[in-house]
Nanobody
Framework: VQLQASGGGLAQAGGSVRLSCLAS????????MGWYRQAPGHQREMVAI?????SENYADSVEGRSTVSRDKNGVYLQMTDLQPEDTAVYYC???????????????WGQGTQVTVSS
């Protein structure tokens, strides 16, 4: 499975960004699809997760101004009212269940930079 993230770039505070992550390869029994981010000097943190049954979970810092969505092609993140602290590399993530041994398989995209200027 390969994940290709896109949509990052430079934005002004108060602006918006839409990130896309397209998945290719053998995709099956997807459990969760979502986004994480890592800012310089910080650990990678969860931003938003879309579950297989329509559930959505958001980090407190983006709750109310972000929407995660998924379809058979990938996972997407819409963020509005961007703040300088949203500056980070954003990584998409997919967790699947191996149909043979039922172990968890986790995949990461290559990351896309989002920079928010004040």
């Amino acid at each position: 499975v390969q994940l290709q993230a896109s949509g990052g770039g430079l934005a002004q505070a108060g602006g918006s960004v839409r990130l896309s992550c397209l998945a290719s390869g053998t995709i099956h029994d997807v459990s969760t699809m979502g986004w994480y981010r890592q800012a310089p000097g910080h650990q990678r943190e969860m931003v938003a997760i879309a579950g297989s049954r329509g559930s959505e979970n958001y980090a407190d810092s983006v709750e109310g101004r972000s929407t995660v969505s998924r379809d058979k092609n990938g996972v997407y993140l819409q963020m509005t009212d961007l703040q300088p602290e949203d500056t980070a590399v954003y990584y998409c993530n997919v967790v699947m269940i191996d149909p043979v041994d039922f172990t968890w398989l986790e995949y990461w995209g290559q990351g896309t930079q989002v920079t928010v200027s004040s």
